[in-house]
């Protein structure tokens, strides 16, 4: 996963948490899916005038729809319950530094959301690798495969937006800014059995 450049790889032993509970990383997962698609269309929200930037973000909320439905489709067939929205410490911290990143100017304000969105992407791509390979549930395993490709796709896409419509900005340098405080958030996680606990 070399096209992520995330600095801190997951512990492959995270994966044993997430099987002591698999109703508790199901529930997460599929609230991730569903925060992604509203975050796609804020995006749509705040930059309506970009028709590329809607189309493709169009595209993004649908298909975190779809995966949020499939993932509820693995909670019922298996007698779960979906639970109740969970809270994303991870995301919140990242958030927290795209927040205090924004200086003002439309150009800025866009790559940030875009660095925020995909890192996300890049890091829950990194994380359902790790399930796929280490995972004994062999439905799991094919799913989180299968998710893996299209995390990566959606990581491309905001990076690529980034680069399209940062103005001035220095997009290549500013990733690298990302990736390094990100591996300084994502250090304290993997103890817990959720996406990016």
């Not at 994966?15 to 899916?33: F, P, Q």
């Not at 319950?81 to 866009?110: H, I, P, Q, W």
């Not at 399209?164 to 990733?175: L, P, Q, T």
Request: hydrophobic share 35%; charged share 35%; aromatic share 10%.
């Amino acid at each position: 996963m070399s096209i992520l450049r995330l600095q801190l790889p997951t512990d492959p032993r995270w994966v044993e948490l997430v099987e002591s509970n698999i109703e508790e990383i199901l529930t997460d997962h599929a609230w991730c899916e569903q925060k992604a698609a509203t975050n796609a269309i804020t995006i749509i929200t705040i930059n309506s005038d970009y028709e590329d930037l809607v189309t493709d973000m169009l595209k993004i909320a649908q298909e975190e729809i779809a995966h949020f439905e499939m993932v509820h489709d693995i909670i019922k067939k298996r007698g779960y319950k979906l639970g109740r929205e969970r809270k994303d410490d991870y995301v919140g911290e990242l958030a927290k530094y795209m927040k205090a990143n924004t200086n003002g100017s439309r150009e800025n304000g866009f790559v940030e959301r875009m660095m925020f969105s995909a890192m996300i992407e890049a890091r829950s791509c990194e994380r359902f690798k790790v399930l796929s390979e280490n995972i004994k549930d062999e439905e799991l395993s094919r799913f989180y495969r299968d998710l893996m490709e299209s995390e990566a796709g959606h990581y491309t896409t905001f990076i690529t937006y980034a680069r399209k419509y940062g103005g001035d900005i220095d997009v290549e340098k500013r990733w690298k800014e990302w990736l390094a405080h990100e591996a300084t958030i994502i250090a304290r996680y993997g103890k817990k059995e959720t996406i990016h606990g």
